[in-house]
């Protein structure tokens, strides 16, 4: 099993960027695929999840209208989309995939700041 983020990177406030999650090793299109974040000295934190199929996406209260998770099931990937970003968007992003058991990537970080 795999995940892998790519996308991080150190951007400014109001910037955008696109996370992406490649997945392997598993079945893909029956997980549901979320984002966290953990920044320095807090816990990580559920920023935002897309079901299997049915169903529309979570977001935290924090992220909505700002961030946009999406999926494709053809190509095993998962994106955030993430505008607006804000220097408290400023954590590590962690790709999370659940179906009864608990598949996570390594992390990309991302950095907001002037």
């Known amino acids: 099993v795999q995940l892998v983020e790519s996308g991080g990177g150190l951007v400014q406030p109001g910037g955008s960027l696109r996370l992406s999650c490649a997945a392997s090793g598993f079945a893909f299109s029956r997980y549901i695929m979320s984002w966290f974040r953990q920044a320095p000295g807090k816990e990580r934190e559920l920023v935002a999840a897309?079901?299997?199929?049915?169903?529309?996406?979570n977001y935290a209260d924090s992220v909505k209208g700002r961030f946009t998770i999406s999926r494709d099931n053809a190509k095993n990937t998962v994106s955030l989309q993430m505008n607006s970003l804000k220097p408290e968007d400023t954590a590590v992003y962690y790709c999370?995939?659940?179906?009864?058991?608990?598949?996570w990537g390594q992390g990309t970080q991302v950095t907001v700041s002037s």
């Open positions: 999370r995939a659940f179906g009864g058991v608990a598949y």
């Open positions: 897309i079901a299997s199929s049915d169903g529309g996406p």
